[in-house]
């Protein structure tokens, strides 16, 4: 007989239910059946599902649109096994926590086996990093410690997240088939339908066993505008549908422990969130109804396990005293500010929102920042020079930069990302001119205006478009939502861009194709300007130059914002074949941290990953070595070669990021995967213009046509009007 019936509902996103699939692949289950059921007016899935098999799913498809609850109920009206489990496909198991619980069952044959549920927004293969941030902070796993495996598994169902309000699902715990017979979810509702079940569900059951470090992955969607989830959806007032459905619970369910867990879920709800917004929200519903709510659920909330101060304050909720909750609230959330403040930074953004932020906006003051203050460069630096140029007087410049000895004409303010004067200078710039997404500590002021400039024309997918999010942050999406909001101008270097700048920052307002500043340079430097930077950069002046300069990868993370990089291009290899003839220079890009080591072809290539300004070395080089960057993008202005070595194509390709362009057939250049294909490409590379000219001809037209040299002219004649 089938033991267990996994029963998914499927709607959406067929990247999360292969998480889900391969998660119960993994938990080698031999008698058990997978009722997927599909709603019709969903993705389709069956080129997914010839990859599963091995899997005994059975498939009940509709050609209807279909709520969960009425998922959920067909896959128990077939259901076979002695026992059900539900999971949402876009969920997945960590490790093999349902084979744990099913051990478990076999083993004490309870009615009711349950684990931990975790809300994640990481992919599968990133999860465990998410488990040891939770565990540093204390916060996982939930320890069974004295507690027995009833009043455990209790302390699972209603979990001990402070942050939501959310007490029962019906996710991850086997139930016993019998127990359950003719109890269905109610069709009537399409969110949070969950509760009534479980209510009832658990009323019949009379054995628990909550299982220690059996984890199961409930995934916060990575895309908020296109992948919408039930709750996403479910729009309202969260709190109120979760107080009316927390009074539900507490009135319908029969088991005393039970209450008790809902009791002190909901002081932990209350003592860690509401409280603050109790206290300081200038939104008065959390002083007078959501107050009023909250008291009247705690009501019969007795005093034991709590600490002098929360009896205290459970004290002054239930008598209704709100001035002296308010009195007790603020000797104690005052009391954790300050110990929170041992960080300069916490108290530098403070200052920013509380001082800087309330004194008057200079009209004037134009700040300037480029790849994070690391460079003097990309289109903030020749928008810059455009202005200081021709406006000298008119404005006050401030630029953003790490390092202050930068040389920079005119001689601006420099301040340090994240100095007390960083923050002072950009709280009062009336306009700010970026290259990135600005940070999230800083909220733009009503009256300021930010220019994004935006750093390439994408080949690898950005923001939005991006499948899996492989980044150390889970939420890199929502990241270009919020920060593209708030721009006011946003630039592009063709028609190409803006097509996918509007789809992956989700953004609808006008992108001005103006060209990009940065590649201003390369229509108007002149034989002086290339002969100087040859030697600024103090390299051998007789040999040909060749620049290599290729972009990181999204799983290479050492820690966050900086990234390991081995090179793969094997230099001593080139330096024997090609050093009689040229140099190399190599440039990495800006989020990689280590050190090259060119130990061995020093006087063959070159470090100048800290060159200010890539756009100069484009002038210098000769030909042009990459791999998935958009630096081609640029160069190819010069219409010098250019050569890709993209030695992890598949895996760039199909796993880390996928592309906007057909990279096989669409760029001006060869593909290479090996140090011995570059050097045959460089020693032919008269034949290979010739091979390339039509595709570097059309690639011109396609993504360079705009330039002219007059891209920064542009853009300031456009805000400045
Ligand atoms: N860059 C650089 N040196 C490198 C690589 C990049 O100076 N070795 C600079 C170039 O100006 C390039 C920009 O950083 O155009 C962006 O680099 P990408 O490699 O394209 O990568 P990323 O930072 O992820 O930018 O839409 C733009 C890109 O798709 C995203």
Same mark, same amino acid.
């Given at each position: 007989m089938t033991f267990i019936s996994i029963i998914i509902p499927f709607d959406t996103v067929k990247r999360y239910l292969k998480d889900c699939l391969d998660s119960l692949r993994e938990q080698n289950i031999d008698d058990c059946e997978i009722i997927l059921v599909l709603n019709g007016a969903g993705e389709s899935v069956d080129d997914l599902l010839k /990859?599963? %098999? %091995?899997l005994n799913i059975i498939i009940k498809s509709f050609d209807s649109s279909i709520n969960v609850s009425k998922a959920r109920n067909e896959g128990l009206k077939i259901a076979e096994g002695q026992y059900v489990y539900f999971i949402d496909s876009d969920d997945y198991i960590y490790q093999d926590a349902l084979s744990k619980l099913i051990d478990v069952a076999k083993n004490t044959n309870a009615d009711f086996i349950n684990g931990e549920r975790i809300n994640t927004g990481f992919i599968k293969e990133r999860f465990a990093e998410e488990l040891d941030k939770l565990a540093e902070k204390k916060r996982y796993p939930l320890l069974k410690n004295k507690l027995s495996d009833d009043e455990f598994s209790f302390k699972l169902l209603v979990g %001990?997240?402070? *942050?939501?309000f959310e007490i029962l699902s019906a996710l991850h715990c086997l139930i016993k088939r019998d127990k359950i017979d003719n109890l269905l979810f109610d069709e009537s509702i399409v969110y949070q339908s969950d509760y009534e079940f479980m209510i009832d569900a658990l009323n019949r059951m009379e054995s628990f066993v909550g299982v220690e470090n059996a984890i199961y992955a409930k995934r916060i969607r990575d895309d908020p505008i296109n992948l919408k989830s039930l709750n996403d959806e479910m729009g309202g007032d969260t709190f109120l549908i979760y107080a009316e459905k927390f009074k539900e619970a507490i009135e319908n369910i029969n088991i005393e422990r039970l209450k008790d867990e809902f009791s002190s879920k909901l002081f932990k709800y209350y003592y860690s969130n509401f409280s603050d917004k109790f206290y300081? *929200?200038? *939104?008065?519903k959390w002083r007078n109804e959501y107050f009023d709510m909250l008291v009247g659920l705690m009501a019969d909330m007795d005093f034991k396990n709590l600490s002098f101060y929360q009896k205290r304050e459970l004290k002054a909720l239930k008598s209704h005293d709100k001035n002296k909750l308010r009195k007790l609230l603020k000797l104690r959330i005052n009391f954790s500010k300050l110990l929170e403040m041992d960080n300069m930074w916490r108290i530098k953004a403070a200052i920013y929102y509380k001082i800087f932020n309330k004194k008057e906006i200079n009209q004037k003051q134009i700040i300037f920042c480029s790849f994070r203050g690391d460079y003097y460069s990309d289109s903030p630096k020749y928008l810059y020079e455009y202005l200081y140029e021709n406006y000298p007087d008119e404005f006050d410049y401030v630029w953003v930069l790490n390092d202050k000895n930068v040389k920079v004409p005119g001689n601006p303010k420099k301040v340090k990302r994240f100095s007390l004067d960083f923050y002072k200078e950009v709280a009062r710039s009336k306009y700010w001119i970026i290259n990135g997404r600005q940070s999230v500590v800083l909220a733009k002021r009503k009256d300021q205006i930010i220019v994004s400039t935006w750093h390439g024309t994408p080949l690898k997918k950005l923001g939005l478009d991006i499948g899996n999010v492989h980044t150390r942050d889970p939420f890199l999406k929502h990241s270009y939502i919020d920060v593209s909001k708030e721009w006011d101008y946003l630039i592009s270097p063709n028609r190409y861009t803006t097509d996918i700048l509007k789809s992956s920052f989700g953004y609808e307002r006008e992108i001005f /194709?103006?060209?990009?500043?940065? *590649?201003d340079i390369l229509y108007n430097a002149d034989e002086n300007k290339v002969n100087e930077i040859k030697s600024r950069l103090n390299i051998p002046n007789d040999k040909k130059i060749i620049l290599y300069a290729p972009t990181w990868r999204d799983? /290479?993370?050492? %820690?966050?914002g900086s990234v390991k990089f081995k090179l793969q291009l094997e230099l001593d290899k080139l330096k024997e074949a090609l050093s009689d003839e040229y140099i190399v220079l190599v440039r990495t890009h800006y989020f990689i941290s280590n050190n090259l080591d060119l130990s061995g072809v020093e006087d063959f290539a070159f470090d100048v990953s800290r060159y200010d300004d890539i756009a100069e070395l484009y002038l210098v080089a000769d030909i042009l070595i990459t791999d998935y960057s958009s630096v081609f993008f640029d160069y190819a202005n010069l219409k010098r070669p250019i050569l890709y070595y993209t030695y992890d194509l598949e895996k760039y390709e199909n796993v880390l990021r996928g592309f906007y362009l057909d990279i096989h057939e669409e760029v001006p250049g060869p593909l290479l995967k090996t140090t011995e294909e570059v050097i045959d490409s460089i020693k032919n590379i008269e034949s290979l213009k010739e091979e390339y000219k039509d595709k570097y001809d059309a690639f011109y037209e396609r993504f360079?046509?705009?330039?002219?040299?007059n891209a920064s002219k542009r853009i300031v004649e456009k805000v400045w009007k």
């Open positions: /990859e599963y %098999d %091995d %001990d997240k402070t *942050n939501d300081a *929200n200038p *939104n008065k /194709e103006s060209g990009y500043p940065r *590649n799983d /290479e993370f050492v %820690d966050i360079c046509s705009i330039e002219d040299g």
